[in-house]
Nanobody, 122 residues
Framework: QVQIVESGGGLVQPGGSLTLSCAASGTIFSTLVMGWQRQVPGNARELVATITNGGSTHVAEAFKGRFTISRDSANNTAYLQMNGLKPEDSAVYYC????????????????WGQGTQVSVSS
């Protein structure tokens, strides 16, 4: 079993910063990719950023220059540094991870966290 837990959300003023954390735990042989998506009620979930276990990153165009993704591979933790936050960044941010649980059965599965609310308002 694998658990994904996000933290770091909250209320911040426009122009402020937040860092979200995502920790994967449980039976993990390899965490291939970790990433963040976000969702505003009534809208589809949208990709924010991903990072591979080799450190390759992808940040969606809409967030380049403001958001940075990083990870601590030894601890199966990913971070999303968000700067210059705008009211339209208010959303629930979800972490997901593509994980191989056991070396003996190298099947990749995708896991999701429960989400963390980010609210940007003055």
């Amino acid at each position: 079993q694998v658990q994904i837990v996000e933290s770091g959300g909250g209320l911040v003023q426009p122009g402020g910063s937040l860092t979200l954390s995502c920790a994967a735990s449980g039976t993990i042989f390899s965490t291939l990719v970790m990433g963040w998506q976000r969702q505003v009620p009534g809208n589809a979930r949208e990709l924010v950023a991903t990072i591979t276990n080799g450190g390759s990153t992808h940040v969606a165009e809409a967030f380049k220059g403001r958001f940075t993704i990083s990870r601590d591979s030894a601890n199966n933790t990913a971070y999303l540094q968000m700067n210059g936050l705008k009211p339209e960044d208010s959303a629930v941010y979800y972490c997901n991870a593509r994980i191989i649980e056991r070396k003996e059965t190298p099947v990749m599965r995708q896991y999701w966290g429960q989400g963390t609310q980010v609210s940007v308002s003055s």
